[in-house]
């Protein structure tokens, strides 16, 4: 249990990066944000290592508060930068609650509840007196505009189509996006910041204040999240930096229960079909005509009348051209699909993956132009839903600036950080959903982007303020305060963690030249189930990563020891793992033990090839070096954790 008289926390699980040492500039604030999300403290640990963020406490579902940065140090939380001692990061305390994923986005009780008691407890502790809300308690966005998109000129995936940010509404479901495999889901939206002036930034087509969370990829593929002034360098000259951003992702679903010879058909009948009429019987549809020049069209619609049975009749003009004439049941089906021959958001959604991929295929033939990738119609209608399809799909698009030809691009764009332009004055906004990514369009592009992290909402607000006072005017009395009600977690099930008294497991992988990652070990025992118990496949590693608090490094053939490493992320070659692609030829690594009154103090014991054990920088045969190596490439490697 946390000692609040004494500022311990529940647990500590250093995030070891992602923060500055020393507080010249003193405590003067505590900052309460959320999580946008129901996380634990290793979740938040792997969040934060991934997007250069931290914070300096994590409280979880049940008001388990863990430490991850110390008081003395400066966290990475509130999105303002180095502020000169009036920053958030450089005077405040930052606390993060776990949501309860109501609709709209609020905290758990249990969260507000040991959040409050902290934040009276940090207030007492370093002096900053009786909580009062922006007096010496301020929400995340006091200290930094809160990451945002232009209003007007972004739009949101909705069941309804595309819509702008300006019209989205909380509860509205919106296309999300998962980071792990940018697979598109349905979100309701938890909330929508209020609308402000500020200026923008504007690169490859898209446009974000400086701050906003942008998804991209970096050298090697390794996946990061970074504010967009990393990404587009604002006004820097000379880009030092290349990053990937994704123009699209995945939808999946059971599909529409039709061939593909009649998916191809209604794109036909779309392209090229026009519904004859009968002026005699109130003009109702009599037939499905379609009239060619090119005999290879009027082959492709002859094999699809072939294909899905549909009643057909052929002249041959004197002008050489061709009509087809096909009975009224073309249009009766095509028309469970189509409105009035437009493409419809439901038949774009409806579809499964491999439906979208054919359809994207078959509309260059009937109305684009395959040679250069395009898409052209001269009705809005089709090019949304097209766009829509295609960034469902995995595929980008290009708007040209006619608005009637749509050209089809990779899933991701380069953006280099430098050259961005300004944009003055905009009007901003944006969205929190359940994922932390949405779907959007602008000018003419489709991106996935970070949606904004929220703040406490409504009456929690008040809730959190007033608890907070009753439990620093009973600190300052030595009393307790009186219980509080817990409402909104009564139906989750109860769970508290516990530190173990047991040595932890330790997880770690290798990536060789051969196989590329390995399989992860767990102390020694390869989950892929071979029966050795090291890493390795005899061929050199190039690069390891070990999931462990405190560091580790490794010597290269290329570039020697390379930095310290504090993450365990196999994506992120640049921070996540240790190596640059060349041998490795010795590893040296350091344990921190985070609570040794329950654990005892703890090392981390780990070997390569057949040499002696290494206990943290102690080589237990008797070597005075302090790494694991003799010059050689490694070719084995395990590790686990002893007293």
């Known amino acids: 249990m946390a000692d609040f008289e004494n500022i311990e926390p529940d647990e500590y699980k250093y995030l070891g990066q992602n923060y500055n040492s020393g507080r010249p500039w003193g405590i003067k604030y505590i900052t309460i944000h959320h999580m946008a999300g129901d996380f634990d403290a290793d979740t938040c640990n792997r969040i934060w290592r991934g997007a250069g963020t931290s914070a300096h406490y994590s409280i979880d579902r049940n008001g388990y508060i863990v430490q991850h940065v110390d008081d003395g140090d400066r966290a990475w939380a509130c999105g303002d930068g180095l502020g000169w001692g009036s920053g958030g990061n450089d005077c405040s305390i930052s606390i993060e609650h776990a949501n309860n994923n109501s609709n709209p986005w609020t905290v758990y009780d249990a969260a507000i509840e040991s959040g409050a008691h902290l934040t009276a407890a940090l207030c007492k502790a370093y002096g900053l007196g009786r909580p009062e809300w922006d007096v010496n308690v301020m929400p995340h966005q006091h200290w930094s505009s809160t990451a945002c998109l232009p209003i007007k000129t972004t739009e949101l995936l909705t069941k ?90 995945f939808m999946y679903g059971d599909g529409l229960d039709i061939t593909d010879s009649e998916l191809e058909l209604i794109v036909a009948v779309q392209a090229d079909g026009h519904y004859s009429r009968d002026s005699r019987r109130d003009n109702a549809i009599e037939n499905v005509r379609f009239h060619f020049a090119k005999q290879r069209k009027l082959d492709r619609l002859f094999d699809l009348l072939d294909d899905t049975g549909f009643e057909y009749s052929y002249n041959l003009k004197k002008d ?80 040209q600036e006619d608005g009637k030809r749509l050209h089809f691009k990779k899933q991701y764009r380069t953006v280099s950080n430098s050259g961005a332009k300004r944009t003055y004055d905009k009007e901003v906004s944006c ?50 305060a009186a219980p509080a009600p817990v409402e909104n977690n009564t139906s989750e099930p109860e769970y508290t963690p516990t530190p173990s008294s047991d040595i932890p497991s330790l997880r770690y992988r290798a990536y060789t030249q051969n196989q590329g990652w390995l399989p992860e070990m767990i102390d ?57 692609g060349s041998p490795i030829t010795a590893v040296r690594c350091y344990y921190e033990t985070q609570n040794p009154n329950s654990t005892g103090w703890l090392k981390i014991r780990y070997a390569v090839n057949d040499l002696p054990e290494m206990e943290d920088t102690t080589d237990t045969g008797g070597s005075s070096d302090d790494f694991a190596g003799n010059g050689n490439y490694v070719t084995k490697f395990y590790a686990y954790l002893t007293r």
Not at 198 to 219: G, Q, V
Not at 437 to 466: A, D
């Open 160 to 249: 309804n189509g595309w819509k702008l940010l300006k019209d989205i509404e909380v509860g509205e479901e919106v296309a999300s996006a998962v980071m792990d495999d940018l697979s598109i889901v349905w979100c309701p939206v938890k909330r929508v910041v209020p609308v402000y002036k500020t200026h923008c930034w504007m690169s490859r087509d898209l446009e974000a204040t400086s701050d906003h969370r942008i998804l991209a990829k970096a050298y090697n593929d390794t996946e990061v999240v970074k504010q967009w002034k990393e990404i587009c360098g604002c006004t820097s000259k000379n880009a030092t930096s290349t990053y990937w951003i994704p123009n699209a992702g």
């Open 320 to 399: 050489g051209t061709h009509d087809v004439i096909v009975n009224k049941s073309l249009y009766d089906f095509v028309e469970q699909y189509l409105d009035n021959k437009h493409f419809t958001i439901e038949f774009g959604l409806g579809m499964n993956k491999h439906q979208r991929e054919l359809f994207l295929d078959r509309i260059l033939d009937w109305d684009g132009c395959r040679a250069g990738n395009d898409y052209s119609s001269s009705l809005k209608e089709n090019i949304d839903v097209v766009q829509m399809v295609a960034a469902l799909s995995g595929v980008g698009t290009k708007l």
């Open 431 to 480: 969205v929190t959903v359940d994922t932390g990514f949405i779907l959007i369009r602008q000018h003419g592009r489709t991106t996935i982007v970070g949606n904004c992290p929220g703040e406490l909402y409504g009456s929690q607000k008040e809730q959190y303020i007033q608890r907070a006072q009753e439990w620093y005017d009973a600190m300052c009395n030595g009393t307790e």
């Open 524 to 580: 020694r025992r390869d989950t892929g189930g071979s029966s050795d118990d090291f890493a390795g496949d005899g061929s050199p590693i190039t690069y390891l990563a070990i999931d462990m608090p405190g560091w580790y490094q490794v010597k290269t053939v290329n570039n020697g020891w390379l930095p310290q490493v504090y993450a365990y992320d196999c994506n992120d070659f640049e921070n996540g793992c240790a190596g640059d």
